[in-house]
């Protein structure tokens, strides 16, 4: 069974930063994907960013809305998954969500309970 826990969600300025954090159990890394969505008032859900280890090792990817911007990583040891944010836009307002694919062909099946970011103009 796999469960994502995230926190470190907030209100913070334009231009400040935030942290977000996603432990998971009921999986290893090596063989999935974990990924950052978000939910902005009135829009469609948009992926962020992931990390995918099908490879053996962390790959990156991220959305051209907030590369050079946001940075995604990972803990091995914790199980734990980081979307670290900077140069914040209120643009960048919205209920952010963690979730793993565990390249079953479920696609992200397994969702965190999503963490509020609020960036203030």
């Known amino acids: 069974q796999v469960h994502l826990v995230q926190s470190g969600g907030g209100l913070v300025q334009a231009g400040g930063s935030l942290r977000l954090s996603c432990a998971a159990s009921g999986l290893a890394f090596r063989g999935c994907a974990l990924g950052w969505f978000r939910q902005a008032p009135g829009k469609e859900r948009e992926f962020v960013a992931h990390?995918?280890?099908?490879?053996?090792?962390?790959?990156?990817y991220y959305a051209d809305s907030v590369k050079g911007r946001f940075t995604i990583s990972a803990d091995n040891a914790k199980n734990t998954v980081y979307l670290q944010m900077s140069s914040l836009k209120p643009e960048d307002t919205a209920v952010y969500y963690c979730a793993v694919d565990l390249l079953t062909g479920r696609g992200y099946y397994y969702w965190g309970q999503g963490t509020q970011v609020t960036v203030s103009s």
């Open positions: 990390i995918n280890w099908s490879s053996g090792s962390g790959s990156t």
